[in-house]
T-cell receptor
Framework: AQSVTQPDIHITVSEGASLELRCNYS??????LFWYVQSPGQGLQLLLK??????LVQGIKGFEAEFKRSQSSFNLRKPSVHWSDAAEYFC????????????FGSGTQLTVLP | NAGVTQTPKFQVLKTGQSMTLQCAQD?????MYWYRQDPGMGLRLIYY???????DKGEVPNGYNVSRLNKREFSLRLESAAPSQTSVYFC????????????FGPGTRLLVL
């Protein structure tokens, strides 16, 4: 069965600093890959997704993620964090061409210091 | 265009009571989903509906039932609520299967005493 690991439960960065959130997956083949963000009391919003092609994916709000097949990773990055980026971030995977469920990681809580 | 809407936003139940969580989408999506979110566990799929008239169990279906009323609406029912069902429930929809982007509602916070 597929699984998603987000090894960092909580990350704290200063405003203006760079950010990298880690995501590793376990799956038999390359799945579809997603990053979602959840602001307090809100639903999940899609930041970006990887289906195929260029392994560096650009998303909304200045985020990007790089798919590395050899490492089974899909890390999320942002060069300069804003206070409004404080939220919880979820990595998720889904099988290609299947109606099976999206599997989420347990999330990384991001705190941004002024 | 409201996207995915959920009612109610918050509910308190006593053990053994029943209730139905409502979800509607106006994006003409075929697939709809119900998830629960618990601290430190991410989101887990309860049930999903790949198209109108079909439903399938997800990872944690026990204690829940669903109805795909029409293409727009997908409800989740707790027949006899238990404290273990205290959670935040999210509905989502997508154009086809999970490989397509899922759009989420704002969630329903449920407390079972």
């Amino acid at each position: 069965a597929q699984s998603v690991t987000q090894p960092d439960i909580h990350i704290t960065v200063s405003e203006g600093a760079s950010l990298e959130l880690r995501c590793n997956y376990s799956y038999g083949a390359t799945p579809y890959l997603f990053w979602y963000v959840q602001s307090p009391g809100q639903g999940l919003q899609l930041l970006l997704k990887y289906f195929s092609g260029d392994t560096l994916v650009q998303g909304i709000k200045g985020f990007e993620a790089e798919f590395k097949r050899s490492q089974s990773s899909f890390n999320l990055r942002k060069p300069s964090v804003h206070w409004s980026d404080a939220a919880e971030y979820f990595c998720a995977v889904a099988p290609i061409g299947s109606a099976r469920q999206l599997t989420f990681g347990s999330g990384t809580q991001l705190t941004v210091l002024p | 265009n409201a996207g995915v809407t959920q009612t109610p936003k918050f509910q308190v139940l006593k053990t053994g009571q029943s209730m139905t969580l409502q979800c509607a989408q106006d994006m003409n999506h075929n697939s709809m989903y119900w998830y629960r979110q618990d601290p430190g566990m991410g989101l887990r799929l309860i049930y999903y509906s790949a198209s109108e008239g079909t439903t399938d169990k997800g990872e944690v279906p026990n204690g829940y039932n669903v109805s795909r009323l029409n293409k727009r609406e997908f409800s989740l029912r707790l027949e006899s609520a238990a404290p273990s069902q205290t959670s935040v429930y999210f509905c989502a929809s997508s154009r086809t299967g999970p490989g397509e982007t899922q759009y989420f509602g704002p969630g329903t916070r449920l407390l079972v005493l």
